[in-house]
């Protein structure tokens, strides 16, 4: 390796150590499928030397096929505890991650307190809700001044009055044209009373109340 060569990172590392662990048990379950043939065929050569009755084959191979199984329990043994390193390296990388994540917090939080001021805070907010209230209190001041300024409660009483001299001056016009009326004589067929008022009198009546 080189001497100027980038250290890995652990993450870079942890990635290395499980290809590495991964090739292990794929080597081993390789090797355990090699031994079950060989113990498939001890066990066909066991039977024929049985038959046979040649004793010192049958107690070579029986030693053989001992041994045999024996690794491949070994072979077992060491992949389980293959699978637990790989399992504690996954726990190990996850909890790097949680503490990186930790780390990167807390820098934002020793940021943040660096940046903010609680006292300035603080007097800001209060600034704020004291020219907020000020704020309202001009606008109900302002609304106030201009519900007085255009106050229509008088225009109300004004309209009152003229419909009352409207109706006073009708009545008055009304009861001289009754009196100035001639009287009907009997006999007197197909005469018209000049007593009613129409309606363009009444309207000629407001338009002189209106141009006063």
């Known amino acids: 390796m080189s001497l100027f060569s980038k250290k890995p990172t652990a993450k870079e590392q942890m990635?290395?150590?499980?290809?590495?662990?991964?090739?292990?048990?794929?080597?081993?379950?390789?090797?355990r499928h090699d031994l079950e043939r060989q113990e498939k065929k001890l066990e066909m050569e066991i039977k024929q030397a049985a038959k046979q009755g040649n004793k010192e084959a049958l107690t070579v191979?029986?030693?053989?096929?001992?041994?045999?199984?024996?690794?491949?329990?070994k072979t077992f043994a060491v992949g389980s505890k293959i699978q637990s390193i790989g399992t504690q390296g996954k726990l190990m990388q996850s909890n790097m991650k949680m503490a990186d994540a930790m780390a990167t917090t807390t820098k934002s939080m020793a940021?943040?307190?660096k940046v903010m001021d609680p006292q300035k805070t603080a007097a800001t907010m209060k600034e704020f809700e004291r020219q907020s209230a000020r704020m309202d209190m001009n606008e109900e001041m302002i609304n106030d001044t201009l519900d007085d300024i255009l106050d229509e409660s008088g225009d109300e009483e004004e309209q009152d009055a003229i419909v009352t001299q409207v109706l006073d001056e009708i009545g008055i016009e009304i009861s001289g044209k009754m009196l100035d009326a001639p009287s009907a004589h009997k006999g007197a067929l197909g005469s018209q009373s000049k007593t009613e008022i129409s309606d363009d009198d009444i309207e000629r009546q407001l338009a002189q109340l209106k141009s006063v």
């Open 61 to 73: 191979l029986a030693k053989q096929l001992v041994n045999l199984r024996k690794q491949k329990t």
């Open 111 to 113: 940021a943040m307190n």
């Open 15 to 31: 990635r290395q150590t499980d290809r590495v662990i991964r090739k292990t048990q794929r080597d081993l379950e390789r090797e």
